[in-house]
């Protein structure tokens, strides 16, 4: 299973977000037992589609399953990225 992740992980990075969501969505339903991984992968997914909202979400639950998740540190990072536009909006 690690080496699914680690393909799914590859297509995010080439791009072929529809398909790694396909795959995670298949792996969350499964008894895997290391969840936490497979809602980072797809918090990063929807992060490069620019579905910020869904990615905090999925990185919300890597983090609930694993505290120690880098789900944590991306999800403070999306939440800077939207604060600094949110600013800039005001700021008009």
Not at 8 to 21: D, F, M, T, W, Y
Not at 46 to 66: C, D, F, I, S, T
Not at 68 to 84: G, K, N
Request: proline letters at 3%.
């Amino acid at each position: 299973m690690m080496e699914q992740l680690n393909g799914i992980r590859e297509l995010i990075s080439q791009g072929k977000v529809e398909e790694a969501i396909g795959l995670l969505q298949d792996v969350l339903h499964s008894d895997y037992p290391h969840k936490d991984e497979a809602y980072y992968l797809l918090g990063n997914a929807y992060r490069k589609q620019g579905n910020w909202q869904q990615a905090l979400n999925h990185y919300g639950q890597a983090v609930e399953l694993n505290p120690q998740s880098p789900a944590l540190h991306a999800r403070r990072m999306v939440m800077d990225i939207l604060e600094f536009y949110n600013k800039d909006m005001y700021n008009q």
